[in-house]
T-cell receptor, first 115, second 113 residues
Framework: DAGVIQSPRHEVTEMGQEVTLRCKPISGHDYLFWYRQTMMRGLELLIYFNNNVPIDDSGMPEDRFSAKMPNASFSTLKIQPSEPRDSAVYFC???FGVGGWGTQYFGPGTRLLVL | GENVEQHPSTLSVQEGDSAVIKCTYSDSASNYFPWYKQELGKRPQLIIDIRSNVGEKKDQRIAVTLNKTAKHFSLHITETQPEDSAVYFCAATFTGGGNKLTFGTGTQLKVEL
């Protein structure tokens, strides 16, 4: 099992550019989560999906952020336009299970730097 | 609302000593409590978890205890080693949130030689 796969691993871009982060969850998992981690704000949940449907996007900071999950094997997090304050590590995680007992497995993260 | 409080924020121990990190949660119906370890520059990784129908769980040098009445749970690391140095996060699921986890703010553990 390859685990959760994220790409790119590192991204450096200039303010105003569009950034797209990609995630492939573990096969068979029905939940997918996007997190952002910074020193100042810690680990923040941005949005999560269940069976490809967005369930809670209350953590998405602003309209510049959008996320999609077109199928069970792929999700994207897009930032348009990007700003320096978006610089962070973005993690994708997936889980499987009912009753709120599903362990979340994290991908390696995408380290984003917006200049 | 959904809330997990974690203490302390930093913890320094001597190699071989024990370390204890404590978390409290707000929802009495919460039923799943994992602990994650995050080394510098790496992803959070699950080290141990406990479900609400169990009071204690142990895996070698680490253990977790759960007190449902008081709504708190703790991570215990015995015989600490330098490789235990990392940030530890507790988390909990909440009613209606499915597999969504609410994380604590993390504890930076430093094991000194």
């Amino acid at each position: 099992d390859a685990g959760v796969i994220q790409s790119p691993r590192h991204e450096v871009t200039e303010m105003g550019q569009e950034v797209t982060l990609r995630c492939k969850p573990i096969s068979g998992h029905d939940y997918l989560f996007w997190y952002r981690q910074t020193m100042m704000r810690g680990l923040e949940l941005l949005i999560y999906f269940n069976n490809n449907v967005p369930i809670d996007d209350s953590g998405m900071p602003e309209d510049r952020f959008s996320a999609k999950m077109p199928n069970a094997s792929f999700s994207t997090l897009k930032i348009q336009p990007s700003e320096p304050r978006d610089s962070a590590v973005y993690f994708c995680a997936s889980s499987f299970g009912v009753g709120g007992w599903g362990t979340q497995y994290f991908g390696p993260g995408t380290r984003l730097l917006v200049l | 609302g959904e809330n997990v409080e974690q203490h302390p924020s930093t913890l320094s121990v001597q190699e071989g000593d024990s370390a204890v990190i404590k978390c409290t949660y707000s929802d009495s119906a919460s039923n799943y409590f994992p602990w994650y370890k995050q080394e510098l520059g790496k992803r959070p990784q699950l080290i141990i978890d406990i479900r609400s129908n169990v009071g204690e769980k142990k895996d070698q040098r680490i253990a977790v205890t759960l007190n449902k009445t008081a709504k708190h749970f703790s991570l215990h690391i015995t015989e600490t080693q330098p490789e235990d140095s990392a940030v530890y996060f507790c988390a909990a699921t909440f009613t209606g949130g499915g597999n969504k986890l609410t994380f604590g703010t993390g504890t930076q553990l430093k094991v000194e030689l």
